[in-house]
């Protein structure tokens, strides 16, 4: 294990490594947070109500994909670009994205108003409606990702780790005390409202106060450039997070808490390759800028270490699935085991989508994706329409995991300009360990 992060070390030279360990960090922090939250909760409140918890939860987070725009991956392409450019430049691009956030969040909000009331969506409505306030907290997520590209991820990452303390001891009080589900939730949307806060603290002590401006040239940039991840973005949030409305729609909240702890599980367990295909993304464009050559040796040295990585991981929650579900959950969600063994596999199906996606955003291929997408859902739809009346939610965890590979590899096939990915892909399964064992992944360049 020594050698393996020795050698993980020397890819990642510099500040590359600190800031994916820093990224890392940070990422586990929330995760972890989370998941002690969502185990103590899960124990004492019952499945019934941690899977209502659940699926407002999954509601809320269908209508963030307009909130976000597809945005994140837009962003830091950009702030890489010029991050050693003039502050006002900086500024200028910081001020229209926050203000262009906010304008989608406050759009999101009233989706979610609308479609309540048009569909007469009663069962919840106030929770939804609370919860949703989470649209306008995210809206600083663009400071967030200008530390990520100018390789600075070690500053928000510590301002995370408080918020994540305070968060999570918060919530964990609520459950102790029995509080109403209203409260419950209202913890939830505070933990965002934290993170929003603790943003511009960061920003403003490591840079300087931001005076806003909204660039309108700039706004309908990012918007053009984002809206094919945008409805990339829309589908992928419809069938990685409709299982759970499926669930609750022909099972019972119960089913829906036995499923999503599963998914908590492997949540945690794909920290590293989305965080890995986050954090690399200054470095490849900085080598892209310098040769397409060099740019496309250092993609398949990421893909390999990121893909296998992420099988030993995938091969470590499926055997340890039971004793993992009785330890955090206790033995009344022991059904889960089936479903969370076949989504273990979907680290790797991650992994593969995430740092796919992430070089499909360099070579600006991103109007391309949404076919991939839209296939993906289709599919996922159907398997879960057709298998969880048979299969509960084991068949939905086998749908989630069949639609994460077909739209994160198999629908490369059918897309021409993503056979060069394709072709990273491939290498990576077929001989990523074998470079990896030999150190051909380190060779110069």
């Not at 893909?307 to 470590?316: F, I, N």
């Not at 991650?350 to 070089?359: C, E, I, N, P, R």
Request: positive net charge; aromatic residues 14%.
């Amino acid at each position: 294990m020594t050698e393996l992060f020795q050698k993980i070390k020397k890819l990642l030279k510099g500040e590359l490594f600190s800031n994916v360990l820093w990224a890392l960090i940070g990422r586990f922090s929330t995760l972890f947070g989370q998941l002690i939250a969502g185990i103590v909760a899960a124990r004492i409140i019952g499945p019934t109500s941690f899977g209502t918890l659940s699926y407002i939860i999954s509601f809320i987070t269908i209508f963030s994909v307009l909130a976000s725009f597809g945005l994140d991956q837009i962003e830091i392409r950009e702030l890489t670009s010029c991050n050693n450019a003039f502050n006002r430049k900086r500024e200028n691009e910081l001020s229209t994205l926050l203000l262009l956030r906010l304008i989608l969040g406050s759009c999101s909000y009233l989706l979610l108003i609308l479609t309540l009331f048009l569909f007469q969506i009663t069962e919840f409505r106030s929770l939804l409606l609370l919860y949703g306030l989470i649209l306008f907290f995210q809206s600083c997520n663009p400071l967030r990702n200008y530390f990520t590209a100018v390789l600075e991820n070690k500053y928000v990452v510590i301002s995370e780790l408080f918020r994540n303390i305070f968060g999570t001891a918060l919530k964990i009080s609520l459950v102790f005390l029995h509080a109403s589900l209203w409260l419950l939730i209202a913890a939830y949307a505070f933990d965002y409202l934290l993170l929003a806060a603790g943003y511009w603290q960061v920003y403003h002590k490591r840079i300087s106060g931001l005076s806003f401006h909204f660039d309108t040239g700039r706004a309908w940039h990012y918007l053009k450039e984002a809206f094919p991840l945008l409805l990339s973005s829309a589908v992928i949030i419809v069938y990685q997070k409709i299982d759970q409305v499926i669930i609750h729609s022909l099972m019972n909240d119960a089913a829906v808490g036995n499923f999503a702890i599963a998914c908590k599980i492997v949540e945690v367990a794909s920290i590293f390759p989305i965080i890995m295909s986050q954090t690399v993304v200054p470095a490849l464009v900085k080598s892209k800028e310098t040769s397409r050559e060099q740019y496309l040796r250092a993609s398949q040295k990421m893909m390999d270490l990121t893909v296998w990585s992420s099988v030993l991981v995938a091969m470590l929650v499926c055997a340890m699935a039971k004793p993992a579900i009785y330890i955090c959950f206790g033995s009344q969600y022991l059904s889960a085991t089936p479903a969370l063994q076949i989504m273990a596999w979907k680290v790797p199906a991650m992994a593969l989508s995430a740092f796919s996606g992430y070089l499909i955003i360099i070579d600006q291929l991103q109007k391309y994706a949404i076919l991939r997408n839209i296939a993906g859902c289709v599919i996922c739809l159907a398997l879960n329409c057709l298998l969880i009346p048979h299969y509960g939610i084991n068949g939905s965890a086998t749908a989630s995991l069949m639609t994460m590979f077909f739209s994160g590899l198999l629908a490369h096939f059918f897309i021409r300009p993503y056979w060069e990915i394709l072709r990273i892909q491939l290498r990576s399964i077929f001989f990523g360990w074998y470079h990896i064992v030999n150190e051909k992944l380190f060779i110069k360049g």
